[in-house]
């Protein structure tokens, strides 16, 4: 493997562990009640937003082919809906335990994965199209979720200040 693609691959994986960091101690830092009250007016609650963060992160295991998702009820609670559309969400304490687990798993993987294995396909493309776009592989999911965890990052911090 060439230097230059260890490199890159340590680039995307240092950005993904500050943000998880950054994530883990405002998610500590913050009360149930905060996390309870929306962003904005009309906007998603933090109780949405650490289950979709939760269900995302899970989801990422089997797209990098890693394993099963560990918490698939999940998917359907925060990602297929939106929030308020599903009357009853697990309990924030449970939502907690569950981000802790599964961003706990994914690290494990993330951490042992040789860097060459970075740049082969993840697993929502077959092995026939993977050579047409080799740009979908698993360092790219990993690249795009960081981004993602930022974004609603950047949502849940404003519960902070409430």
């Known amino acids: 493997m060439e230097p230059q693609n260890e490199l890159f691959v340590k680039m995307v994986i240092d950005a993904w562990n ?35 963060l939760t269900a995302v992160n899970d989801e990422m295991m089997p797209l990098l082919r890693f ?30 335990e569950q981000w802790r687990s599964v961003s ?23 092995e026939a199209d993977f050579p047409k776009e080799p740009h979908r592989n698993r360092l790219n999911v990993l690249l795009s979720r960081t981004s993602h965890l930022a974004y609603h990052r950047g949502q849940i911090v404003l519960l902070a200040s409430k």
């Open 104 to 126: 706990g798993t994914l690290m494990q993987h993330i951490t042992r994965l040789p860097a060459e294995e970075w740049f082969t396909r993840h697993a929502n493309i077959s």
């Open 67 to 96: 394993q099963a998702a560990l918490h698939p009820k999940l998917t359907p609670l925060f990602i297929d809906a939106a929030d308020r559309a599903i009357a009853e969400l697990p309990s924030l304490q449970e939502l907690r």
């Open 18 to 52: 500050k943000e998880l960091s950054a994530t883990n101690k405002l998610l500590e830092k913050l009360s149930d009640e905060q996390l309870m009250s929306e962003v904005a007016p009309s906007r998603n609650r933090g109780i949405y937003l650490l289950g979709h």
